[in-house]
């Protein structure tokens, strides 16, 4: 599964946001691509549906965000 994950105005550097999402994937997923400009950043996201199913690698990057007090900073766009 790919997960584009759009920030808009956040608050916090993008790699701190970036490391945490990686860390809490663990095996089950990476961080494949960021790029940032005009006020908005990106970080494209692959998770192994194999190992992990999609409502749940979700609901572990929203809490990540939220954890981080940016969720509502994100939009999520998902492609199988």
């Given at each position: 599964?790919?997960?584009?994950?759009v920030l808009v105005g956040l608050p916090i550097d993008r790699?701190?946001?970036?490391?945490?999402?990686?860390?809490?994937?663990?095996?089950?997923?990476?961080?494949?691509?960021?790029?940032?400009?005009?006020?908005?950043?990106?970080?494209?996201?692959?998770?192994?549906?194999?190992?992990?199913?999609?409502?749940?690698?979700?609901?572990?990057?929203?809490?990540?965000?939220a954890e981080l007090g940016v969720e509502t900073c994100a939009?999520?766009?998902?492609?199988?």
């Amino acid at each position: 599964m790919f997960v584009e994950i759009v920030l808009v105005g956040l608050p916090i550097d993008r790699d701190e946001a970036e490391y945490a999402l990686e860390a809490a994937l663990g095996p089950d997923g990476e961080i494949t691509g960021a790029g940032s400009g005009m006020g908005r950043c990106h970080l494209d996201v692959e998770i192994e549906a194999a190992t992990l199913d999609a409502d749940l690698a979700l609901d572990r990057l929203r809490a990540v965000l939220a954890e981080l007090g940016v969720e509502t900073c994100a939009t999520f766009n998902v492609r199988d």
